[in-house]
């Protein structure tokens, strides 16, 4: 996220419509029937950032649930603090608790649900129960020396 817009996102990796590349090792018995994806397999970027930017990392159960408006809200409130670690980490807890909210919320058209209309099911709503993990990555080049508790 650089000046409140997002500048670049990963593409989502999926075998299929809700079914996401997965990292595992399953048993022996049962690794033809669970499907199981190498780290080889993951995509890689490589992207130049600056000063100030917001490096957003976090699992499905955020993506799914929270459109890319309201982070970009919840990220517009460590603007000018990337140095400040307490902001930074108040505002994962925020996005944090926004997507375990909205997950939970049957009548939101989440970006979960908008993707399984685009894919054919016509009648999801809501937002989609699942893990939820975010990192914030504040990018401070040095050249900005603000401390907001000066």
Request: contains cysteine; glycine residues 4%; aromatic residues 6%.
């Amino acid at each position: 996220v650089r000046d409140d817009k997002v500048v670049h996102r990963s593409s989502e990796q999926q075998h299929y419509f809700n079914t996401p590349f997965q990292l595992s090792l399953p048993p022996s018995e049962m690794a033809s029937d669970v499907l199981s994806d190498q780290p080889e397999a993951a995509d890689r970027y490589e992207f130049n950032v600056e000063d100030g930017d917001v490096i957003v990392l976090a699992t499905d159960g955020v993506f799914d649930n929270v459109p890319d408006a309201l982070l970009v809200e919840q990220i517009s409130s460590i603007k000018g603090c990337t140095n400040d670690r307490v902001k930074i980490q108040q505002c994962c807890n925020s996005i944090a608790f926004l997507a375990r909210q909205l997950s939970r919320d049957e009548n939101f058209l989440s970006p979960f649900a908008k993707n399984a209309r685009r894919n054919g099911y016509a009648e999801v709503a809501g937002g989609k129960e699942d893990d939820v993990t975010v990192l914030l990555a504040a990018v401070n080049l040095g050249n900005n020396h603000k401390n907001s508790s000066r």
